[in-house]
């Protein structure tokens, strides 16, 4: 495929042209959560302890530039402002899902517990510990 020019940046490849949409750390997460239900920032945040807010922000206006997300302001004080996926968004999300579980799949292959499996061993002891 030849080299081609978008919003001043030459791209290699369409996965390369791809990744510039949804690639980076925090992306794919916030789509994620997202896709499962409207979200106001703070609730973002909470579900996404390791990310800062600057980063947080930064993100949110990248998805909102690309029209992967939406974002309403409600005439409140102290203003209110929600996020859904859009439509366009909701494309990605199956491509989201397989590379979870990839992702999930090298975890296993590599003995890396997963939180879930995590959560559940404690749910147990703690439940042997009542015993």
Known sequence: ???FIYDHKVYYNPVEFALHFIGGTWKMPILWR??????RYSELKKTLPHITHKMLSSQLRE????ELITRKVYAAVPPKVEYTISAKGKKVVPLISSIRDYGLAMMKEKGIK???????VKAKRKSAKAD
């Open 1 to 3: 495929m030849p080299d």
């Open 34 to 39: 997202l896709n499962k239900q409207t979200m």
């Open 63 to 66: 998805l909102e530039k690309h």
């Open 114 to 120: 997963t939180a879930e499996k995590t959560t559940a």
